[in-house]
């Protein structure tokens, strides 16, 4: 792969681990329960994407699908003023798509194309969370099949869109927090099978002791699995 870009998730210790940031052609998973940071995480990629590349960024816009109304300004707000950037530039960047249902989701991805073509230099695409809607719709074992496959090709088609346009695409995914609804394992999570082997590298978020986090790699083609502890705070993500 030719121009890899990676974008900068605030922690340097978080971004040794991903060696250097979530990378553009490639599908970012962060998997974990409730609270533990995935959405915080969205949050201060929606930022960073947008600073110049030796600030950790790739001078792009970002695109949040939002599918359970977790986006907030006033959030972006607190990060911009973290790196000292101008808010009103910042949300100008972020084009926030809310996702009414599973189809509509699906859609999403036609419309990000458009703003592609159209000259939107977009460097990153959120989906915060990927699976919400297709867990509301899609209930029982009968309907399972049918829901993998709108998931595989909905990963498909943001896969197309990180490989054409060289763009990285990070999506948040819940997972419970006990651990046998990991069906034995979290790489087995949830939607796991489907997710397993459309995103290029997973996260596993766990909470850890006075409001730490812990960030795991468990499933990379190229890098160590390995972890790494950072915080949330006001400005966003740190070591
Ligand atoms: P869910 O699956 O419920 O959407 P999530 O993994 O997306 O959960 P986040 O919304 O990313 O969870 O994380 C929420 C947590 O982030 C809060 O519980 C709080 O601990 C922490 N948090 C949020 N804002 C701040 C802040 N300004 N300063 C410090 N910590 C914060």
Known sequence: RKDVGHISVGSKGFNDLIAGGIETQAITEVFGEFGSGKSQISHELAVTVQLPEELGGLD??????DTENTFRPERIKQIANGFELDLEDVLQRIHVARAFNSSHQILMVDKINELIQNGTNVKLVIVDSLMAHFRAEYVGRESLAVRQQKLNQH????????????????????VQAKPDSFFGSPT????????????????????GLAGKRIARL??????????????????????
């Open 60 to 65: 792009g816009d970002c695109v949040f699908v």
């Open 218 to 239: 468990v499933d990379s083609p190229h890098l160590p699995e390995g972890e790494c502890v950072f915080k949330i705070t006001n400005e966003g993500i740190v070591d």
């Open 188 to 207: 087995k999570a949830i939607g796991g099978h489907v997710l397993g082997h459309a995103s290029t590298y997973r996260i596993w978020l766990k909470k």
């Open 155 to 174: 990963l498909h088609s943001l896969q197309q869109i990180a490989n054409t346009y060289n763009v990285a695409v990070f999506i948040t995914n819940q």
